[in-house]
Every structure is written in structure tokens, then in C-alpha cells.
């Protein structure tokens, strides 16, 4: 007879208990192996699952931070592209206004040849010292477009140290 012993050489009355029960109802002893055998395989299983969720979200982190690079580098882009664009059409202006004369309002119909195409920049405006615009893209009747001098960018560019693009906060258009 198999048994578990103590140190004192006493048997466990539990453990005789069971083997006793087991080899008289061998139909009991199958279902403790196949109960045991499920749980194995349960605990496999989660195992193989917890490790499938990892790698996943491994991979998804690192296709998130490629996205978060590629629109950043994008946003950059875009950027540099508003920068060059506002700089030519700078020149144009320049150049339709020698020695200090006003602008003209056809000076936005020029302006207007070089918006992109992409329509990355809606329009040009050009205002004077008072916030009025003087030239515009997007119609050659300046009375009826709303002064600026309220606004965010007209009022950083007072500012003789600021130059240069300046991006001010979202506003409804008027």
C-alpha cells in the first residue's frame, strides 16, 4: 500500500484517504486526470494568449510611433511649405509696391497665381498699419471684407521683434 508519510512515519490520513478512493473507483481517478489534464491545458492556452496580446501590442506600439514620426515629419513639411509660399508672395508684394507706394488691389490677383494648388493655404491677405486689408485673394471688393486688427496674428506682428510666420488660435471666420 502507497501512502504519504509523515516525518514521524505516520501516514497522512488525507492522502491515504484519496489513494485509498481512487483505486476503489478507477472511474473517479479518470475524471481527477482528465480535470487535471483541462486545467494544464487551460493554463496553456491563457499562457499562449497573454503572450499573442503582447506581441500584438508590441506591434502595434511600434507602428503607432512610425504613424506619430510620419506625421510629424509630414506636419514639418507642411510647415516649411506655408513659410515658403507666405515668403514669395512677401516678394510679390515688395516687388508690386516699389519706394513706398500703396498697394494696389489687383496686387491680390497676382497673389492669387501663387496660392498652392493643393489648397494648403486658402488665401493671402495684405493689411495696412491700421489692420484694413488693401489686397486679397479672395475678392478684388476689399469694403466688403472685415478689418483685422482684432485678430491674434495682426496683433503679434505689431510687435516689431516678431517676424516671420505666426500661427495664431482657431477662430471662427468672419
Not at 20 to 31: E, F, M, S
Not at 45 to 65: C, G, I, M, W
Not at 128 to 148: C, H, N, W, Y
Request: hydrophobic share 45%; charged share 20%.
Amino acid at each position: 500500500m502507497h501512502s504519504l508519510t509523515l516525518e514521524s512515519g505516520m501516514t497522512h490520513p488525507w492522502t491515504s484517504g484519496l489513494l485509498r478512493l481512487l483505486r476503489l473507483q478507477p472511474q473517479r481517478a479518470i475524471g481527477v486526470l482528465a480535470l487535471l489534464v483541462g486545467l494544464l491545458l487551460c493554463a496553456v492556452v491563457v499562457n499562449d494568449l497573454l503572450r499573442d496580446y503582447e506581441q500584438q501590442f508590441s506591434a502595434a506600439a511600434a507602428k503607432t510611433n512610425s504613424l506619430t514620426q510620419l506625421l510629424e515629419e509630414h506636419a514639418r513639411q507642411s510647415m516649411r511649405r506655408v513659410e515658403l509660399s507666405m515668403s514669395i508672395a512677401a516678394q510679390e508684394v515688395r516687388a508690386q509696391t516699389p519706394s513706398g507706394k500703396p498697394i494696389r488691389a489687383a496686387t491680390g490677383t497676382r497673389l492669387r497665381d501663387l496660392l498652392p494648388q493643393d489648397g494648403l493655404i486658402a488665401s493671402f491677405a495684405v493689411l495696412d498699419a491700421k489692420g484694413a486689408i488693401v489686397a486679397s485673394t479672395l475678392t478684388e471688393d476689399l469694403a466688403s471684407l472685415p478689418r483685422a486688427d482684432d485678430r491674434d496674428f495682426y496683433l503679434a506682428h505689431q510687435d516689431p521683434t516678431q517676424a516671420g510666420l505666426f500661427i495664431g488660435a482657431p477662430v471662427k471666420s468672419r
